[in-house]
């Protein structure tokens, strides 16, 4: 199995910041990369696709980048609506697997 | 618009077996996988299975074969998630979802996910 190796597990920062959060694959999954949203009693919501590509209605100060083993993902000026947790999750082979995540918080 | 309905939430015994239903609609249903995610209390996201309703064909990780079993009936657009075995462990809200397919470049549709199923696990 492809383990992802996600950090920070959490993470305070300011309003208005950029914030980047990293995930580490076992074995190059080339581009095949999603990155979620997570809130409280809520369902995961799909950011990013394919390392970069902004899922419709994604804000853009939402990125992604990597290629290979190392991926980031980037928050640029933190809004307060951001607080969430945010998994990524490989899709190059089955099973699918996610990193344990990033606790987002407002300092 | 697709929306994934599920079905509410539900007690369960230690060593019974839950199905929750995930109905697809709005959208169209058979070649695009339907996965199951979990995510209990204090835990991230675990992937559980997916099935293919046009081929009827399904995947597990390795520590769920035996315990998991995943059908979808073409006719009312519904997958449904069988757990057996359940244990205290077993406790989570777990969703119904469909991800991007393996070494996909675009989305196989809408890529959504059901508002999840609380289960409970409790003696």
């Known amino acids: 199995d492809i383990h992802m190796t996600q950090s920070p597990s959490s993470l305070s920062a300011s309003l208005g910041d950029r914030v980047t959060i990293t995930c580490q694959a076992s074995?190059?999954?080339?581009?095949?990369i999603s990155w979620y949203q997570k809130k409280p009693g809520k369902a995961p919501k799909l950011l990013i696709y394919?390392?970069?590509t902004l899922e419709a209605g994604v804000p853009s100060r939402f990125s992604g980048s990597g290629s290979g083993t190392d991926f980031s993902f980037t928050i640029n000026s933190l809004q307060p609506e951001d607080v969430a947790t945010y998994y990524c999750?490989?899709?190059?082979?089955?099973?699918?697997?996610f990193g344990q995540g990033t606790k987002l918080h407002i300092k | 618009q697709v929306q994934l309905v599920q079905s509410g939430a539900v007690v369960k015994k230690p060593g019974s077996s839950v199905k929750i239903s995930c109905q697809v609609s709005?959208?169209?249903?058979?070649?695009?996988?339907i996965n199951w995610v979990r995510q209990a209390p204090g835990h991230g996201l675990e992937w559980l299975g997916r099935?293919?309703?046009?081929?009827?064909?399904?995947n597990f990780p390795r520590r769920f074969q035996g315990r998991v079993t995943i059908t979808a009936d073409k006719s009312t657009t519904t997958a449904y998630m069988k757990l057996s075995g359940l244990t205290s462990n077993d406790t989570a809200v777990y969703y119904c979802?469909?991800?991007?397919?393996?070494?996909?470049?675009?989305?196989?549709?809408?890529?959504?996910w059901g508002p999840g199923t609380q289960l409970s696990v409790s003696s």
């Open positions: 979802a469909r991800l991007m397919g393996v070494r996909t470049t675009n989305p196989e549709g809408a890529l959504d």
């Open positions: 709005g959208g169209s249903f058979g070649k695009s996988a």
């Open positions: 099935i293919i309703p046009f081929i009827g064909s399904s």
């Open positions: 074995e190059d999954i080339s581009t095949y």
């Open positions: 394919g390392v970069s």
């Open positions: 999750q490989q899709y190059d082979g089955l099973p699918y697997t």
